[in-house]
């Protein structure tokens, strides 16, 4: 790796103190860095101290950039090649999520380009509250990488996660987002034909459970949803995947946020938006056990099987089509093993899809690696040769991309 340049912001927590030791394994490891302290951060450590060890001057407040065009903070936030955010406080995530640009290292983070990482320190009560895991969720789907606490005995007496990486990990995980291919590094923003554009994409089967041991599931690999996700990163598009349990690995460049049952799936649609594109290829169960029993349901010995009251899932293409953000092109999949063409015309309308990509599923196609389509849209029918998924997955990205040329 060539000397990677690295934006340091500084929160203000107790664990401040620690961005030291990570500066001087910033340094140690061949790079260059430069600090930003928030106005919390001093009360925690010194820019006498952070300027010592990364042998740069140290910034503190959007105005002491008096001269904007030597070192404006649009520059600063973008000559480095990733922003760390070290610790993040509850505050300083709210605010990223949020949008606020109020201090210079908040107006650093909105008007930067680069790849964030941030490691999130805090007490755990504020770490679990749901104001902050809804902040971690935003975060994330917009593609930066926020890093999990440490668990353990808090500065403040109490236990549990919330405490900040130690510096060595937080290391690592810069190095790998340095190693990472460049869409991954900056999504949406490389050149392609769809960079600047968020497409999410649902991909994988949903489990529902009936008891903590069993599950309502159906066969779906993911292959075509993970294939499809990835040409799409591949054409410069920041790509959110939903998926389902499935023994897939992550394609490059894209975010990954897994779920279990159709109605996490529903609410982490919903948390991604807004899309410009959404393409579901979830094989989403219909059907959910009414109620999840708490314990494992036992045989009563009398020979005859429980009654499982079934209650319908919500449709989640249906309701994306319905919703007042809905994506500008919304793609659905439909499997069918008969009358292909015409299940996927009807379908295509019930659901307000603008597109129905049709899967032939009367082969092998549940976890087989080829796939015959056909794509309905609101003005006709176009049938695709029998092709590997991958190939579907290119040609259908590519046909995405000319709707926004
Ligand atoms: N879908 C969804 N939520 C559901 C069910 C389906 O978002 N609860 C989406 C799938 O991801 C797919 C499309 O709807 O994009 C069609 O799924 P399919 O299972 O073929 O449709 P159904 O509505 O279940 O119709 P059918 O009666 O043919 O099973």
Redesign the pocket.
């Known amino acids: 790796m060539i000397a990677p340049r690295i934006l340091l912001i500084i929160g203000g927590g107790i664990a401040a103190y620690k961005a030291c030791e990570l500066v001087r394994l910033i340094r140690k490891g061949g790079g260059s860095v430069r600090c930003v302290l928030t106005e919390a951060a001093h009360h925690f450590v010194t820019p006498m101290s952070l300027a010592a060890l990364s042998e740069q001057e140290v910034h503190t407040s959007l105005w002491d950039l008096k001269n904007e065009t030597e070192m404006g903070h649009i520059q600063l936030s973008r000559e480095a090649d990733l922003v760390v955010v070290c610790p993040a406080t509850a505050d300083l995530m709210a605010k990223m999520a949020a949008g606020i640009a109020d201090d210079l290292a908040t107006t650093l983070l909105l008007a930067t380009d680069k790849p964030v990482l941030v490691a999130p320190a805090m007490n755990v009560r504020m770490w679990l509250h749901p104001a902050t895991q809804r902040n971690v969720a935003r975060l994330r789907a917009d593609g930066v990488t926020v890093l999990d606490p440490d668990e353990g005995a808090m500065a403040c007496g109490e236990f549990g996660p919330g405490r900040l990486p130690e510096p060595p990990f937080i290391w690592g995980e810069i190095e790998k987002a340095l190693d990472r291919p460049r869409a991954a590094l900056a999504p949406g923003i490389k050149g392609g034909a769809l960079a600047g554009r968020h497409v999410l994409v649902?991909a994988g089967p949903t489990h529902e459970p009936i008891d903590p041991v069993r599950y309502i599931a159906n066969r779906s690999s993911g292959k075509q949803g993970y294939a499809i996700a990835e040409a799409l990163a591949a054409l410069g598009a920041r790509v959110t995947l939903v998926s389902g349990p499935v023994s897939l690995p992550t394609p490059a460049g894209v975010h990954r946020i897994d779920v279990e049952s159709?109605r996490e799936m529903a609410a982490a649609v919903e948390a991604a938006l807004p899309a410009d594109v959404a393409v579901?290829?979830?094989?989403?169960a219909?059907w959910r056990a009414e109620v999840a029993a708490g314990q494992k349901i036992k045989k009563d010995g009398s020979g005859a099987p429980p009654v499982l009251p079934l209650a319908e899932?919500?449709?989640?293409?249906a309701g994306l089509a319905r919703n007042p953000r809905r994506p500008r092109l919304l793609i659905?999949?439909?499997?069918?093993t008969e009358k292909v063409v015409d299940?996927a015309i009807a379908?295509r309308a019930r659901?307000d899809a603008d597109w129905i990509v049709a899967n032939d599923v009367s082969g092998d196609v549940m976890g087989g690696d080829s796939n015959s389509i056909h794509i309905v849209t609101r003005t006709g029918v176009e049938s695709w040769e029998t092709m590997p998924k991958a190939e579907v997955a290119q040609r259908l990205a590519t046909r995405i991309a000319d709707e926004f040329a």
């Not at 579901?280 to 989403?284: C, D, H, S, T």
């Not at 659905?332 to 069918?336: K, N, S, T, V, Y």
């Open positions: 649902t159709a579901m290829v979830a094989a989403v219909d899932n919500p449709d989640i293409l659905g999949f439909a499997a069918e299940h379908k659901k």
